[in-house]
């Protein structure tokens, strides 16, 4: 008789709305392939000390509606050494592991490819609110997030405008301006600052001015965290605008929270579709969104290739704000 395949399920990086229902898929996948299933706690850091247990069908019974991810997650400097990297390939064998999936960003794909290079069979799920990562049309949390934000946004805008003020709202995004001009956009935002597009806060200020002129009540600029600070934002455009702006750091709230409709869903065809790809003898390959269809492509893509923000929406939001 054979032996029987053991594949292997972590989250990594920063937690993302919908991990537990990806987790939840690669159990029940492997499971109905006949292959036993091991959780990794706490990520690569839980991997690199043996923090690992088996899953079985009941252990992931009631997580698909919730937020973060019962397994733990952590960022693990540890496993771009050499050192920690032997460490990762040795737990892994002496735990008969045949498949690795991995739940994650760019960050964790890059440690990923890495096992792949040696020896190690692996398949990630993208899984970040960032939706930074190459070769997927979006990534599990991402769409929760936004939803998040906009219902935050709908909040800050309602007191806007009874007191006739301008906020700043800060979402994440230290190297994509992602977050910011989707929900910017979702919550009709007057500016949408992004690391990508350089800006000048005495234009931003003749925006606001602008709609003050026309009659607006309220004005609402949103920024993500690598192109500016709200706080530091909206003190400069204080003076310049000639009226009180007001800061709104959003913060981690926008990682938490049940995981929408459309990411329980993806979660679940992504990771499922790891599984499979994995029990198949594939490796070094990530699950990603290509319009409607769930695919594998190569791992590498995911944190090598470019994620450009959508020019076409960003001018598309300049121009239904006005």
Known sequence: MADVPR??????????????????????????????????????????EDAVRPLRIGDVGGILDRGGTFLGTARSERMFTEE?????????RARGVTGLVVIGGNGSFRAADELHARGVKVCGVPATIDNDVGG?????????????????????????????????IEV???????????????????????????????????????????????????VAEGA?????????LSPLCGHQ???????????????SAFDRILASRMSALAVRALLEGQSGVMAALRYTSVRTIR?????????????????LAGVLAR
């Open 172 to 222: 994440m995004g230290r190297r994509s301006g992602m977050l910011a001009l989707y929900s910017g956009l979702a919550c009709g935002a007057d500016r949408i600052l992004v690391p990508e597009v350089p800006f000048d806060i005495r234009d931003v200020c003749r925006t606001i001015v602008a709609g003050v002129e026309r009659g607006k009540r309220h004005s609402l600029v949103v």
């Open 7 to 48: 594949i292997a399920v972590l989250t990594s990086g920063g937690d993302s709305p919908g991990m537990n229902a990806a987790i939840r898929a690669v159990a029940r996948q492997a499971i109905a392939g006949e292959a036993e299933v091991l959780g990794i706690e706490r990520g690569f850091e839980g991997l690199l």
């Open 84 to 92: 920690g990297l032997e460490t990762a390939v040795g737990v892994l």
């Open 245 to 259: 702006v007001r800061a709104v750091v959003l913060g981690h709230v926008q990682r938490g929270g049940s995981p």
């Open 299 to 315: 791992l590498s893509e995911g944190y090598t290739a470019e994620r450009a923000l959508p020019q076409e929406l960003y001018d």
């Open 136 to 168: 997927t049309d979006t990534c599990v949390g991402f769409d929760t997030a936004l939803n998040t934000i906009a219902e935050a946004a709908g909040k800050v805008r309602d007191t806007a405008s009874s007191h006739a003020r301008t906020f700043v």
């Open 228 to 236: 500016a600070h709200a706080m530091h934002l909206a003190a400069e």
